[in-house]
């Protein structure tokens, strides 16, 4: 599916053997693997098959450190295996299963798996759980406990860098608690501190600084200080100018003062580093139409349709924009091929809308009161639909 809507490709499915098919021949390194985890290898090389899955871990592929990690399990119950297995899980959604894990990765180790795993599941309930399950206070008790543990450890072990680390990140999960309670100012001093302390450690551990200073500058955002906003991007760049979601940011700081010569520069620069990036071409396509570049904004849709072809709002924007431009004949040949079932009620009657506004260009009231009809069978209660609907009856000859 991906193939043919992203790259065009013509994809057949065929039952039986083929000449010359492609297939896997797994490497050296994954057949070394494969070859661990027959029973009753695994339990013999269980250092082996941990250290890979969290190489997959590592490298985004949390299917497989899963795999890897159930596997473990059935040999294995250890605080490392809840630990990855906690992780893979919470990578992949599976919030609940993850929060099993955290539990057990929590009871299973020392002072620190406790911390860590406490962390784990407060994140949990402040970010990841599904909404309904989200619980700030929650989240804040399980920080605290995790915080008053690593209060009991001695001088000496609490200034080693790794628990430094744990208390800085333990504080930015409280300093996000802060801010969602509106305590803005608070969250601030709690994440100059940890930048401050996060510098005075080896590189290895400073370079996570980079998560505080972003959300430093989402603090001065919410404050509508921009000038601070600006710069603790801009330091934020400095320490790590391979992230063009930074850029982005950035890009939406300059908006908000009218700079969008500025924002575009940003979301080109974003794109520059990841032209894979579908949110910096939507982001991009925002900004020019704005300036009233509707020929680029169009373009930068397309581009991001083409990377993302299941957001729909992409295809919308692009019609919004030919409109904004006049180009009402390229706008009515996209609408011919709009599906409107399957969309959410604000992109209904958002499509619904434009294309009335094309036949109406076209003379056409009668199609267009067939559209936002259409419209109002699938959400009877759209208030937004029925007054252009009700504009239309009474604006017609």
Known sequence: MTASKVAGWSVQLEVGV????LSHVPSREEQELLEALKLPKVSENADYV???????????????????????????????????????????????????????????????DFVR??????????????????????????????????HQLNSGRRNGDDVIFDEVFNRNGYALILFRRGKVEE?????????????????NIAIHRTVLIYNL???FTQLEDFDSALRTYEELIGVDPHMPEYRLEMAKCFARIGD???????????????ETLAAAWAQLG??????????????????????????????????????????????LSEIVSWDIHSLA???????????????????????????????????PNSIYLAQNYDIIVSTKP
């Open 18 to 21: 083929v000449d010359g098919a």
């Open 50 to 112: 941990y250290q890979q899955a969290f190489e997959y871990i590592n490298a985004g592929d949390a299917w497989t450190a899963q795999k890897l990690g159930t596997s473990l399990q059935e040999v294995e119950q250890s605080s490392r295996v809840w630990n990855l297995l906690a992780l893979a899980n919470a990578m992949l959604g599976q919030t609940l299963n993850a929060e099993h894990y955290y539990d057990r990765w929590s009871r299973s180790g020392d002072v620190m």
């Open 217 to 219: 500058a989402q603090c």
């Open 260 to 274: 969008l010569d500025a924002a575009i520069f940003q979301c080109n620069t974003a794109v520059e580093s990841d």
């Open 117 to 150: 795993a406490k962390y784990g599941t407060a994140m949990l309930y402040a970010r990841h759980h599904p909404s309904g399950l989200r619980d700030l206070e929650t989240s804040a008790t399980l920080l605290d406990e995790a915080y008053d543990a690593l």
């Open 286 to 331: 925002v900004y020019e139409g704005r300036k009233g570049e509707h020929d680029k904004a169009v373009l930068a849709f397309r581009r991001a349709h083409s990377i993302n072809p299941e957001s729909p709002v992409h295809l919308t924007n692009v019609v919004y924009n030919l409109i904004l431009a006049g180009e009402h004949e390229k706008a």
């Open 345 to 379: 009620q604000p992109e209904v009657e958002r499509r619904v809308s434009l294309a009335a506004e094309v036949f109406l260009s076209k003379n056409n009231v009668t199609k267009a009161l067939a559209i936002l009809t259409q419209g109002l069978k699938l959400f």
């Open 187 to 203: 969250s601030i001093r709690l994440l100059r501190w940890g930048i401050d302390t996060l510098s005075g450690t080896t590189e």
